[in-house]
Antibody, heavy 122, light 110 residues
């Protein structure tokens, strides 16, 4: 079955760029699925960051759109997240997840990666 | 930012039933399917319910989902200590053009 694993620096300086990668195993990133990033600040709820298709098409949360870039590397079967101009408010556990969809009005996240904590601090 | 409202917490004794509401609007729940996620302490969320009321393989039938109008409900029967977790609803919001999650509900088994 498909498994996802996040990786990247656990500490990023304020005003810097957060960079994470999600490795997909047990399946192809070129399947008919979108792939997503979701984050969760400590002790708080979930926030959808954005999604990407293997063609490179993306959709971003409007609240983060100006700072987010999601890309895909089909040769490595992975996709990545870059979040620029970070502040302490971007400190969170970042999850990657596969999106399963059966229609334009119907999608869900399954499975999820284990998550990685990124702290923004000098 | 959450546009889906859930009660902060619910609790019940082992073996009892709890329900968790998820209230939204016509721009989200009213016109899209809802999914539910279980987040056990210190772990990643896991899919519990999709397409309003369907359970993935491996999810016991103690968990159920329903939707009516602009609200959705998760039900857990035969409550077990292992069900202590945070539960989130989620769906697409057409106005925000974003996937949105509920505020989250902590389930406590007394």
């Amino acid at each position: 079955q498909v498994q996802l694993q996040e990786s990247g620096p656990g500490l990023v300086k304020p005003s810097g760029t957060l960079s994470l990668t999600c490795a997909v195993s047990g399946g192809s990133i070129s399947s008919s699925n979108w792939w997503s990033w979701i984050r969760q600040p400590p002790g708080k709820g979930l926030e959808w960051i954005g999604e990407i298709y293997h063609s490179g098409s993306t959709n971003y949360n409007p609240s983060l759109k100006s700072r987010v870039t999601i890309s895909v590397d089909k040769s490595k079967n992975e996709f990545s997240l870059k979040l620029s101009s970070v502040t302490a408010a971007d400190t969170a556990v970042y999850y990657c997840a596969r999106i399963v969809s059966s229609g334009w009005d119907n999608s869900w996240f399954d499975p999820w990666g284990q998550g990685t904590l990124v702290t923004v601090s000098s | 930012q959450s546009v889906l409202t859930q009660p902060p917490s619910v609790s019940a004794a082992p073996g009892q039933k709890v329900t968790i509401s998820c209230s939204g609007s016509t721009s989200n729940i009213g016109n899209n399917y809802v999914s539910w996620y279980q987040q056990l302490p210190g772990t990643a969320p896991k899919l519990l319910i999709y397409e309003n009321n369907k359970r993935p393989s491996g999810i016991p039938d103690r968990f159920s989902g329903s939707k009516s109008g602009t609200s959705a409900t998760l039900g857990i029967t035969g409550l077990q200590t292992g069900d202590e977790a945070d539960y989130y609803c989620g769906t697409w919001d057409n106005s925000m053009s974003a996937y949105v999650f509920g505020t989250g509900t902590k389930v406590t088994v007394l």
